[in-house]
């Protein structure tokens, strides 16, 4: 089984300042990385997929990078709507497995 | 417009039964796998199944392996998870999820929230 870690668990910054979500892969994952957005009480969110590709309707703030067992998830400016828990996934081998998440919230 | 609409979530007690759905519309369902994710009260989101879009090959966790069993009826646009022998642990909200084979989650249904106690 494939590992996902991601770090921080906990990010507190403000509107307006840059975000850096980081995902680690145990072993290689080539480039099926994708990131959710969760909010309280919903359903989860495709933000990128493919490591770098924005799903439709997804602002341009939001960007991934990264391949093989290193991803990022990189918000240029924060918005107070993007404060929410932030989960890296894979789909290369089975079974799929998701990261523990990363909580950003308002400093 | 795409919708997944989850139900069947209910109160059981453990070793129990129940059956969860999920109605599928606005795109061609059969062509697309489907598969199932919980998020037990508090905790981070978790895989649990998925199924090829004309349902001849699934995969399992092996957390629920044997106890809990992913099907589709292409005829009604609905996927199911049939769960048995059910447990404390598996106390979770049960997101259907469109894709999860050569795909990301593209789209997800509300959730439906299963608890097992007793």
């Known amino acids: 089984e494939i590992v996902l870690t991601q770090s921080p668990a906990t990010l507190s910054l403000s509107p307006g300042e840059r975000a850096t979500l980081s995902c680690r892969a145990s072993?290689?994952?080539?480039?099926?990385l994708a990131w959710y957005q969760q909010k309280p009480g919903q359903a989860p969110r495709l933000l990128i997929y493919?490591?770098?590709k924005r799903a439709t309707g997804i602002p341009a703030r939001f960007s991934g990078s990264g391949s093989g067992t290193d991803f990022t998830l990189t918000i240029s400016s924060l918005e107070p709507e993007d404060f929410a828990v932030y989960y890296c996934?894979?789909?290369?081998?089975?079974?799929?497995?998701f990261g523990q998440g990363t909580k950003l919230d308002i400093k | 417009e795409v919708q997944l609409v989850d139900s069947g979530g209910d109160l059981v007690q453990p070793g129990g039964s129940l059956r969860l759905s999920c109605a599928a519309s606005?795109?061609?369902?059969?062509?697309?796998?489907m598969s199932w994710v919980r998020q037990a009260p508090g905790k981070g989101l978790e895989w649990v199944s998925a199924?090829?879009?004309?349902?001849?090959?699934?995969y399992h966790a092996d957390s629920v392996q044997g106890r809990l069993t992913v099907s589709r009826d292409n005829s009604k646009n609905t996927l199911y998870l049939q769960m048995s022998s059910l447990r404390v642990d598996d106390t979770a909200v049960y997101y259907c999820?469109?894709?999860?084979?050569?795909?990301?989650?593209?789209?997800w249904g509300q959730g439906t929230l299963v608890t097992v106690s007793s």
């Open positions: 493919d490591a770098s």
């Open positions: 996934h894979q789909r290369s081998n089975w079974p799929r497995t």
């Open positions: 199924i090829s879009g004309g349902g001849t090959s699934t």
């Open positions: 606005g795109f061609a369902f059969s062509s697309f796998a």
């Open positions: 072993q290689s994952v080539s480039s099926y």
């Open positions: 999820a469109k894709g999860g084979w050569n795909t990301p989650y593209e789209y």
